[in-house]
């Protein structure tokens, strides 16, 4: 039997080399196949916005959002990790908004942790956060909240920022850090530089775990992929297909059969 993934368990997992498994999920269905497969964190993303709201970016994602998702996933898992993903404008206007917000994840939804985006200007809100014990998980590197700042998606590659920002979060209280859009080298260096454990997006091998959006890594999806998705199925293929084939046998008579009969 395997015992449920805590903060503790993931520090271990670093010290002893051994990779974390993580992977967004929004629902039921796909928290159940997740935690059966034994993935160690499921995050319940603001990505929710881009890939199952259909919007253009994660900007407009609300806090109601979140822990409707948040719970779903939540009833749904046994063993993994939930981290909840604090949305936009949840944190970003006072640390006592914040910490109210934060602790709505693990009273209202059941996760048992938060993550939130950005480096050394959120380590006080980090501070506050983890003080009330709300593990927090950092984000830092390529943060979409910040898009507008950032003119766009891009790569970032300031290293001594990257570094002080990682340093930072981890001296505030953060439990692990998300190291997006970062060139390999710099978050090989992030990762042996920090105690608390690195997950990567777009950032190379060398983070103690890995993370993908799940509808980009399924196939779940028509929209534009970042080089970084590896895609282990084209589920959006099979749907197609299937309905295809349903559309074709309710109108030729084949379906239903007698079989599906009463
Ligand atoms: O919202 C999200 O899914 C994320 C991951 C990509 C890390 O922040």
Same mark, same amino acid.
């Given at each position: 039997?395997?015992?449920? !993934?805590?903060?503790?368990?993931?520090?271990?997992?670093?010290?002893?080399?051994?990779?974390?498994?993580?992977?967004?999920?929004?629902?039921?269905?796909?928290?159940? *196949?997740?935690?059966?497969?034994?993935?160690? !964190?499921?995050?319940?993303?603001?990505?929710?916005?881009?890939?199952?709201?259909?919007?253009?970016?994660?900007?407009? !994602?609300?806090?109601?959002?979140? *822990?409707?998702?948040?719970?779903?996933?939540?009833?749904?898992?046994?063993?993994?990790?939930?981290?909840?993903?604090?949305?936009?404008?949840?944190?970003?206007?006072?640390?006592?908004?914040?910490?109210?917000? $934060?602790?709505?994840?693990?009273?209202?939804?059941?996760?048992?942790?938060?993550?939130?985006?950005?480096?050394?200007?959120?380590?006080?809100?980090?501070?506050?956060?983890?003080?009330?014990?709300?593990?927090?998980?950092?984000?830092?590197?390529?943060?979409?909240?910040?898009?507008?700042?950032?003119?766009?998606?891009?790569?970032?590659?300031?290293?001594?920022?990257?570094?002080?920002?990682?340093?930072?979060?981890?001296?505030?209280?953060?439990?692990?850090?998300?190291?997006?859009?970062?060139?390999?080298?710099? $978050?090989?260096?992030?990762?042996?530089?920090?105690?608390?454990?690195? *997950?990567?997006?777009?950032?190379?091998?060398?983070?103690?775990?890995?993370?993908?959006?799940?509808?980009?890594?399924?196939?779940?999806?028509?929209?534009?992929?970042?080089?970084?998705?590896?895609?282990?199925?084209?589920?959006?293929?099979?749907?197609?297909? $299937? !309905?295809?084939?349903?559309?074709?046998?309710?109108?030729?008579?084949?379906?239903?059969?007698?079989?599906?009969?009463?």
């Amino acid at each position: 039997m395997t015992s449920p !993934v805590t903060v503790t368990k993931l520090l271990s997992m670093k010290q002893k080399g051994e990779k974390i498994v993580a992977l967004t999920a929004y629902d039921f269905p796909f928290a159940r *196949i997740l935690d059966g497969c034994g993935v160690h !964190v499921i995050l319940v993303g603001d990505s929710l916005g881009n890939v199952v709201q259909g919007k253009a970016n994660t900007l407009p !994602v609300t806090m109601d959002e979140m *822990i409707y998702h948040t719970q779903m996933v939540a009833r749904a898992t046994e063993n993994a990790l939930v981290v909840g993903d604090m949305p936009f404008m949840s944190y970003q206007t006072s640390i006592k908004h914040a910490i109210k917000n $934060a602790g709505r994840f693990l009273k209202e939804a059941g996760a048992a942790a938060i993550k939130l985006e950005g480096g050394a200007t959120v380590s006080e809100t980090i501070r506050a956060i983890s003080a009330t014990g709300i593990p927090v998980q950092a984000h830092i590197g390529l943060t979409p909240q910040s898009i507008h700042q950032m003119g766009g998606h891009k790569v970032q590659r300031d290293e001594d920022r990257l570094m002080q920002d990682a340093l930072k979060v981890q001296e505030a209280g953060a439990f692990s850090v998300v190291l997006e859009g970062i060139p390999a080298d710099i $978050a090989g260096k992030i990762t042996k530089a920090l105690t608390i454990p690195t *997950i990567g997006i777009g950032a190379g091998p060398d983070c103690d775990g890995q993370i993908l959006v799940l509808h980009d890594m399924l196939g779940l999806t028509d929209r534009h992929l970042p080089r970084f998705v590896k895609q282990y199925a084209r589920l959006m293929d099979n749907a197609k297909a $299937a !309905v295809t084939l349903y559309q074709d046998e309710v109108q030729t008579g084949r379906f239903p059969a007698k079989e599906h009969c009463y």
